[in-house]
């Protein structure tokens, strides 16, 4: 996983997948979007590409990259293990805060204004 980690560390590369959300592009289009030489956005697919994030098909001479459904899969099962945490957390940090009140002889009520 730590190419993948290594693709997302970089700004270029993130707006590139953003800009992917909507469809399929060539990177003649990418490059135009972005003020990037096709050189570097070559560097910056291929990153992409490895980590399994972008996908690629030919047609003819030309080439036309996507979102690749299966490394976004994996990227969405990494975030998706903490998505829980916080909430829990956020919950227990509320419960505190109310206990704390109540302690100093605040009482919070839900229903007082």
Do not use: C, Q
């Not at 980590?51 to 299966?70: M, P, Q, T």
């Not at 976004?72 to 940090?93: G, I, Q, S, T």
């Not at 109540?102 to 007082?112: L, N, V």
């Amino acid at each position: 996983m730590g190419t993948l980690w290594k693709a997302l560390a970089d700004d270029s590369r993130r707006k590139v997948l953003l800009m992917l959300i909507d469809g399929e592009m060539s990177p003649g289009e990418m490059a135009e979007k972005f003020n990037f030489t096709l050189p570097a956005l070559s560097t910056h697919l291929r990153i992409l590409k490895d980590a399994g994030l972008v996908a690629e098909r030919k047609e003819g001479k030309h080439r036309f990259y996507f979102l690749n459904s299966n490394g976004m899969d994996e990227l969405f099962r990494f975030v998706d293990a903490f998505w829980a945490y916080p909430l829990h957390n956020l919950k227990r940090y509320f419960k505190g805060k109310r206990n704390a009140g109540i302690r100093k002889g605040k009482a919070h009520s839900p229903r007082a204004k």
